[in-house]
Every structure is written in C-alpha cells, then in structure tokens.
C-alpha cells in the first residue's frame, strides 16, 4: 500500500482539479451510484432522509483493489487513527494519503484531498463535520465517508458509519473511546457500501 502525506491547495484550484480528475478504481464511483446494492442492505437507489439509518450488511462486497483513500484529520489527533486506517487499506491494496488539516483552512484541505484524485475521502470522528458539510455541498461529484460521526442532514455524497456513542451530529462532540479499536470494521464497512452504490446512506455497526 501506498501511503502520502498531503500539503493545501487553494479552494478555487482544488475545484478545478476536481473536475478533470481521472478514472477512479473500478466500482468506486466519485458521482452518482450505480452499482447494485446488497440484498441486507438499502437500495442504491434509495434517497437519504433526516434521522434515517441502515444496520451495515452482513454481507459485505468487495472493496475494488486500488483504491484510492485520502484521510483527512484535525490537529492533535491520536496518531493511532492513520495507523490504523493505514493497516486496514493494506489488506486491500489501496493508496493512502492523508492531511492533516490547518484549522483556518480546513474547508481548503478536504477540497485539496478530493483535489488529488481520491475515490472517496474520509474524515474520523466530529471535529472537521461543519466544514465537510460546506465542502460536500460543493463537492457533490466526490464521495466522503464519515466514521464515528454524521452531518446534521442527509446528502448524498456523504457516507456516514456510526455505532453506539459514536454517532454525534455537533461538531466537536467527545470521542469515543472505541473510536480506534472500531475503525477497521468502520472503514470496511464504509468502503464496501459505497463501493456497491449504497452511498449517502448512515450505517450503524452492530
């Protein structure tokens, strides 16, 4: 696996890359879903709603080799989150890049991770969750996933994987202290949903 350390763009430039980024890994599609949905789990062609959840799919598809993640985390994180994040993409063979963000320009670096071609980027836990609300809705063509947290309102570009205690929607909500023992099965899961055009949905772990 490969794993990067990523450096800001500017917003405006960060669009623009978005826009003409290449083909991303087979099955993982940055726009809308199209691949068929699990029997256990919601239909890919379900819309979000307010305060609706799934419980993840026993059966979970594969996750396309080659994928490409871009993890994007607040300042004075636990370095055991990329640790284990880096660990659980090994096992798939995917490309890893991840940010740390600078809290004056934290909507600038979810827009730079997209920026760098990433299949689907991902944030852990509630501290960056009001500016991934402001970059997804300009973002509507990449997909994200949120682990251990979800944004006030559905949308559906955003994937939200939550369990007991782990399931805030407040910005700057207390952390878990499961969150790093639970992230292999939460990006797993997320990963895999997406993957089988299950996105924009909130899963919950059992």
Known sequence: MKRTAG?????????????CAPGSADGMSRGATTAQGDAAGP????????GSTHDVPQNLPAIPAGVRVSLVLAQGHDEKIPDAVEHTLGEIDAELAV?????ASVVSDLASA???????????????????????????????????????EPTENVTA????????????????????????????????VISDGGSGMVYTLP
Not at 165 to 192: F, M, Y
């Open 114 to 152: 997209a920026a760098g071609d990433a299949d689907v980027v991902v944030v852990v836990g509630t501290a960056l969750l009001a500016s991934l609300d402001s970059a997804s809705a300009q973002l509507l063509d990449q997909q994200f996933l949120v682990i251990g947290g979800q944004l006030p």
């Open 161 to 192: 994987v939550v369990w007991s205690g782990a399931d805030a929607r407040v910005p700057g909500s207390e952390i878990p202290g499961n969150l790093v023992a639970t992230l292999p099965e939460a990006v797993t899961a997320g990963l895999a």
């Open 7 to 19: 450096t800001a763009l500017i917003l405006a430039a960060a669009f623009a890359l978005t826009a």
């Open 43 to 50: 239909s890919p062609s379900a819309t979000p709603s307010p």
């Open 99 to 103: 940010i740390t963000a600078d809290p």
